[in-house]
C-alpha cells in the first residue's frame, strides 16, 4: 500500500507548460509501476504516460508522445510529469497510481493506488 498526492495542476494557456509531481509515502517506489492518466467531464479515464524504474521502461499515450515526459526522482519518492506545448483538450484532472505488480500498463483498473488529482485547465 502506498499512499499518493498530486500537486502541480493549475491554469495555462495553450502553448504553455506545467510540471505536476506525485509524492509517494507508505512505501518507497522502486518496486511499483507509477502511472499517469487524465479524466475530463463526461469522459472515461485516460492514460497519459507510466514509468517503471527496473528495466527503465517508459510507456506514452499517442496524444502526448512529444510533448509530455515523465520522470522520477527516487532520493524523494516523487514521480514527475512536465506537460509541455498544452493544448485545451489537455484539460483535465491528473491522476498518479501505482501498481505494484510494476506492470506498467496502460488500462487503469491495473493499477492498486490512487491519488485524489490535480486540475489542469489549458485555455485558448
Known amino acids: 500500500q502506498v499512499q499518493l498526492v498530486e500537486s502541480g495542476g493549475g491554469l495555462v494557456r495553450a502553448g504553455g507548460s506545467l510540471r505536476l509531481s506525485c509524492a509517494a509515502s507508505g512505501r518507497t517506489l522502486n518496486n511499483y509501476a507509477m502511472g499517469w492518466f487524465r479524466q475530463a467531464p463526461g469522459k472515461e479515464r485516460e492514460f497519459v504516460a507510466a514509468i517503471r524504474w527496473i528495466g527503465n521502461m517508459i510507456l506514452y499515450a499517442d496524444s502526448v508522445k512529444g510533448r509530455f515526459t515523465i520522470s522520477s526522482d527516487n532520493a524523494k519518492n516523487t514521480v514527475y510529469l512536465q506537460m509541455n506545448s498544452l493544448k485545451p483538450e489537455d484539460t483535465a484532472v491528473y491522476l498518479c497510481?501505482?501498481?505494484?505488480?510494476?506492470?506498467?500498463?496502460?488500462?487503469?483498473?491495473?493499477?492498486?493506488?490512487w491519488g485524489q488529482g490535480t486540475q489542469v485547465t489549458v485555455s485558448s
Open positions: 497510481a501505482a501498481d505494484r505488480t510494476s506492470s506498467v500498463s496502460r488500462v487503469a483498473h491495473e493499477y492498486d493506488d
